[in-house]
Each structure stands twice: as structure tokens, then as C-alpha cells.
């Protein structure tokens, strides 16, 4: 080989390199600025969290069937480091709307609005009494009576039926994140 094309050759192969590492690599999610969530007042005063766009409620829905099989972490926020029940859904609306929940289930529930089991749409929440206590776990509601979860028990992101013979005695609420109309 040439002396003088070594030089070239190298500089090619390191910035081949360099494209294919970062084609590889994963995305971070969009970068947003934690902004107040914005609140939609009920019929008595009461003002709750709500999504900017219902077409939110459905990339709930898929945002939670892409973390399938994602590890469990009691307090996890993303799904790197692994998910709890209100880091999950905490994580999904934040990537969807740029608005921040909390990360913890019961107060997930007092800053959403309760809807009946009847009303139940593709995006909403459910909560369950897991734990002797109100709205100790949760999950995202995807349709045909199935909702999305972060269990601590076999560890990972799975889906459950609402029917299920562990959650439906279990089953204490349910909320919307669509703004009422």
C-alpha cells in the first residue's frame, strides 16, 4: 500500500465506523422541558391532569406494548434501568405530552379523573389495592378487558386480563387522562 493513501484509508475507516455506531445505537427520547401539566376543571371545581390531545391516549397504549418484557425496579423511571407500576406510566406520558407525574400510583389517582369500569377507553388507568392500601399499583388499560403492567412478581412489563383472578377482587378505580367534555 502507498505510504501517503495509509492516512486516507485510516480516516475512511474510522468514520465508517463512527456511522455505524451511531446507526446502531439507541435513540434518547426527545429531550423536553418539565413543563406544568395542564389541568381541566370538572363539573365541581375539582382540576385534574390532562393529555393536550386525545390521539395521546392511544400512543399510551402502543408507548406500553413497546416496553413488553422490560425489567422490573422497584422506583424505576425508565426503561433502561427497569420499571415500577407509576415509573411505567409516569415515563410513558412524559415521553408522549412532555408533562410530568408523579412516581407514585396513589397520587397518580388524585391528580386524574375517576371514570367508571363501564368507560373504560384504550390509554386510561387502572389502579388495584395490592398492598392493604388504595391505588397501590396500576397499569395502562389497552382494550378487550387487558391492561399493561410493571409486577414485581416474574419481574418484567407484561400484560394481564382485568379478570384475572389475582387483580379483579383487587381492582379499586379507574381513571382518564382525556380531558371531559
Given amino acids: 500500500m502507498n505510504p501517503h493513501a495509509r492516512p486516507a484509508v485510516l480516516a475512511a475507516l474510522a468514520l465508517s465506523i463512527a456511522v455505524l455506531a451511531g446507526c446502531s445505537s439507541t435513540p434518547a427520547p426527545l429531550a423536553r422541558p ?3 401539566p395542564p389541568v381541566t ?5 375539582t382540576s385534574y391532569f390532562s393529555l393536550e390531545d386525545e390521539s395521546h391516549a392511544r400512543e399510551m397504549v402502543l408507548f406500553a406494548l413497546g416496553l413488553l418484557d422490560t425489567g422490573y ?7 433502561e434501568a427497569g420499571l415500577d407500576c407509576s415509573g411505567m406510566v409516569a415515563w410513558i406520558v ?6 410530568r407525574l408523579p412516581h407514585n400510583a396513589a397520587q397518580i389517582a388524585d391528580r ?26 396500576m397499569g395502562i388499560y389497552i382494550g378487550d378487558g387487558r391492561f399493561v403492567h410493571a409486577p414485581s412478581s416474574r419481574g ?19 381513571r382518564t387522562l382525556v380531558a371531559s367534555s
Fill in 41 to 45: 376543571p370538572s363539573r365541581d371545581g
Fill in 112 to 137: 386524574t379523573r375517576p371514570i367508571e369500569l363501564s368507560q373504560l377507553q384504550p390509554g386510561d388507568l387502572v389502579f388495584f389495592n395490592t398492598m392493604k392500601r388504595r391505588h397501590s399499583h
Fill in 73 to 79: 425496579r422497584f422506583g424505576g423511571r425508565n426503561p
Fill in 34 to 36: 418539565a413543563a406544568e
Fill in 94 to 99: 412524559e415521553n408522549i405530552s412532555g408533562k
Fill in 156 to 174: 418484567s412489563v407484561r400484560v394481564e386480563r382485568l379478570d384475572n383472578r389475582y387483580f379483579a377482587p383487587r381492582i379499586d378505580g379507574a
